[in-house]
């Protein structure tokens, strides 16, 4: 079993700044790919930036330039510092962990945080 846990959300003005955490914890050979998603009220759930084990980013449109995901693998956690934040980034925010269960295995694992709340205020 894999926990994924979120933390960081809050309420800010717009223009503000807020760093958001996901750590994991459980039994896992290792971690490849991490992620984090939004979704705000009657919207689709949107993929915000993806991370690589080997650090290549990837960011949605919209917050190119204000938003800079991370990781620090030896503390199994992915970072998204969100800076210059509009009203439209007011969401909730999901960390997302793709996981090696055995060495060898060849079998990608999925494991979803319960999501942080984001709400910018104009």
């Excluded at 199994?76 to 960390?95: F, G, R, W």
Aim: with cysteine; hydrophobic share 30%.
């Amino acid at each position: 079993q894999v926990q994924v846990v979120e933390s960081g959300g809050g309420l800010v003005q717009a223009g503000g700044s807020l760093r958001l955490s996901c750590a994991a914890s459980g039994t896992f050979y290792s971690i490849y790919d991490m992620a984090w998603h939004r979704q705000a009220p009657g919207r689709q759930r949107e993929l915000v930036a993806s991370i690589t084990s080997y650090d290549s980013t990837d960011y949605e449109d919209s917050v190119k330039g204000r938003f800079s995901i991370s990781r620090d693998n030896a503390k199994n956690t992915v970072y998204l510092q969100m800076n210059s934040l509009k009203p439209e980034d007011t969401a909730v925010y999901y960390c997302e962990i793709e996981v090696e269960h055995k060495k060898w295995d060849n079998r990608i694992y999925h494991y979803w945080g319960q999501g942080t709340q984001v709400t910018v205020s104009s």
